[in-house]
């Protein structure tokens, strides 16, 4: 059975190791010490049986050892980092596998922020090397983003996206190292306006729950923007768009209601205030709801599913 190998040991690296696992993929998980590596075993596992109750009857296997000491590449087939959002950090980190890693396995990096092109700069095989970026919770949502760096290898790449196909995710493949790759750069347009409407006092933060929701949001589990669109007509998306798109909130800055959300110290959840306050109790259901919700969203795209 092939190996993957997950770099890191925070909340999206046992989501990633819990993915693969429940899809009979064999996982080395490589921390800081063995001892930091050791500790999410318990946290992998149960994710792991709530996708796949029958997982170990595949033989899959968690294993877990230290970074710096590692040197097993026999059987590996995909390296993904997963280690904190810091550039250096980064850089350090992949000059050494650039040197230790076997040039035939590919390396991915899960940032979200940082182009794997300045990731990879330098390196003598940033040509097997991409980013690899998936959303929280890792474990749930289906999307995977690889996307080729400036001397990342396209033929590899697609090797890549079969390898997450296999691993029952839905990889795109971004063929330019842009900010943002797909879907962060859709959802920052999205919240761009979102958050303009909110600062003009036309709409509160509930009012586009809401409207997102159930509306588009709602259409969009079935299908994606481009295809609900052909399926509607797209001159009637034309003749909208004359009205509605000089009216687009286009300011680069970020809009002042947030910006002094920030400045005061409220985060969202994670300070228990953002554009509201969260008790304890409230945050728990929340969350309880977000959960079973995805789930409940994975399940409906499974609904009739698409070819790939």
Not at 1 to 5: G, R
Not at 274 to 281: M, N, Q
């Given at each position: 059975?092939?190996?993957?190998?997950v770099v890191?040991?925070?909340?999206?690296?046992?989501?990633?190791?819990?993915?693969?696992?429940?899809?009979?993929?064999?996982?080395?998980?490589?921390?800081?010490?063995?001892?930091?590596?050791?500790?999410?075993?318990?946290?992998?596992?149960?994710?792991?049986?709530?996708?796949?109750?029958?997982?170990?009857?595949?033989?899959?296997?968690?294993?877990?050892g230290?970074?710096?000491?590692w040197?097993?590449?026999?059987?590996?087939?995909?390296?993904?980092?997963?280690?904190?959002?810091?550039?250096?950090?980064?850089?350090?980190?992949?000059?050494?596998?650039?040197?230790?890693?076997?040039?035939h396995?590919?390396?991915?990096?899960?940032?979200?922020?940082?182009?794997?092109?300045?990731?990879?700069?330098?390196?003598k095989t940033?040509?097997r090397?991409?980013?690899?970026?998936?959303?929280?919770?890792?474990?749930?949502?289906?999307?995977?983003?690889?996307?080729l760096?400036e001397?990342?290898?396209?033929?590899?790449?697609?090797?890549?996206?079969?390898?997450?196909?296999?691993?029952?995710?839905?990889?795109?493949?971004?063929?330019?190292?842009?900010?943002?790759?797909?879907?962060?750069?859709?959802?920052?347009?999205?919240?761009?306006?979102?958050?303009?409407?909110v600062?003009?006092?036309?709409?509160?933060?509930?009012?586009?729950d809401?409207?997102?929701?159930?509306?588009f949001?709602?259409?969009?589990?079935?299908?994606?923007?481009?295809?609900?669109?052909?399926?509607?007509?797209?001159?009637?998306?034309?003749?909208?768009?004359?009205?509605?798109?000089?009216?687009?909130?286009?300011?680069?800055?970020?809009?002042?209601?947030?910006?002094?959300?920030?400045?005061?110290?409220?985060?969202?959840?994670?300070?228990?205030e953002?554009?509201?306050?969260?008790?304890?109790?409230e945050?728990?259901?929340?969350?309880?709801?977000?959960?079973?919700?995805?789930?409940?969203?994975?399940?409906v795209?499974q609904?009739?599913?698409?070819?790939?």
């Open positions: 059975m092939k190996q993957v190998v890191g040991t925070g909340i999206m690296a046992v989501g990633i190791a819990a993915g693969f696992l429940a899809t009979n993929h064999q996982v080395i998980l490589l921390g800081r010490t063995q001892s930091r590596a050791k500790e999410q075993e318990t946290e992998i596992l149960a994710l792991t049986k709530t996708m796949n109750p029958d997982w170990e009857a595949s033989g899959a296997k968690l294993v877990t230290e970074i710096a000491s040197a097993d590449w026999s059987e590996v087939i995909w390296v993904i980092e997963t280690i904190k959002e810091d550039m250096q950090l980064k850089q350090e980190l992949f000059a050494s596998l650039d040197q230790r890693v076997p040039e396995i590919p390396i991915g990096s899960n940032s979200s922020g940082f182009p794997i092109s300045k990731i990879s700069a330098g390196l940033a040509h090397m991409f980013n690899a970026h998936y959303f929280m919770p890792a474990h749930i949502v289906p999307l995977v983003e690889v996307v760096g001397k990342s290898d396209p033929v590899m790449g697609e090797q890549v996206c079969q390898l997450y196909r296999q691993a029952k995710k839905k990889p795109v493949l971004v063929r330019k190292d842009i900010p943002g790759f797909l879907a962060n750069r859709i959802q920052h347009a999205l919240m761009r306006e979102a958050l303009s409407l600062q003009d006092g036309i709409a509160t933060p509930d009012d586009i809401t409207a997102v929701r159930y509306s949001g709602f259409r969009y589990a079935a299908v994606g923007p481009m295809t609900q669109k052909e399926i509607s007509g797209w001159e009637g998306m034309a003749g909208a768009s004359v009205e509605i798109w000089p009216s687009l909130y286009t300011n680069p800055n970020l809009q002042p209601c947030v910006a002094q959300m920030i400045e005061q110290g409220k985060y969202g959840m994670k300070s228990k953002g554009f509201r306050k969260w008790s304890d109790t945050m728990a259901q929340m969350r309880h709801k977000y959960n079973v919700r995805l789930k409940a969203a994975f399940d795209l609904v009739e599913p698409d070819e790939n």
